[in-house]
């Protein structure tokens, strides 16, 4: 087997940036599982701010002149994600009724990357941890579809609560591993 070891999103000095947003994703799910009753308005404006700013940092690190490598997902993730991010900052209302929607379109797009990102290092050491990580968000992605659809306003509650922290525990690991090499 080989024992090389292959990163899909490259390697920026960008990297402690993504980081801290997923230590603010992991905070702001343990403070929603702690306080449910704060709702959706609570939510979509921490969510709407955290895609705002996850979204600038993808731009920042798709447009460095030493564009890593995997440049063109980080381009279309960070333009949805601002644009995505915006809406629900802006229109509380639409919010509500798009919230588990747009969850779970964010969490399918994650997911897809993570399974391509497996596919692409197979053969590799620890490729299949990538794999598994893409399965958990498109099941994550498919409940809050089936939470939208039954409008069930619990179910979305504790799925957002536990998505923010998986999420952002993935986007610290995504983190740690795109650091550069100090050689």
Known sequence: MKTDYVNFWGRTRWWWAL???GVLLVIAGFVY???PVMGYVVVSMLFGWMLILTGAVQLCVSASIKRPKGWGWWLVGGVLNIFVGFML???VVLTELI???FFAIVF???GLNA???AIMARGYRFWWLNLINGVLLLIISYFFI???FLQD???VSVLTAVAFIYWGFSLMIVANDMRPDDN
């Open 19 to 21: 980081f801290i947003v």
């Open 33 to 35: 599982w702690m306080y």
């Open 89 to 91: 900052v802006r229109n």
């Open 99 to 101: 919230l588990p929607y």
């Open 108 to 110: 399918f797009f994650w």
């Open 115 to 117: 399974i391509i990102g």
């Open 146 to 148: 089936e939470s939208g």
């Open 153 to 155: 306003a619990i179910m």
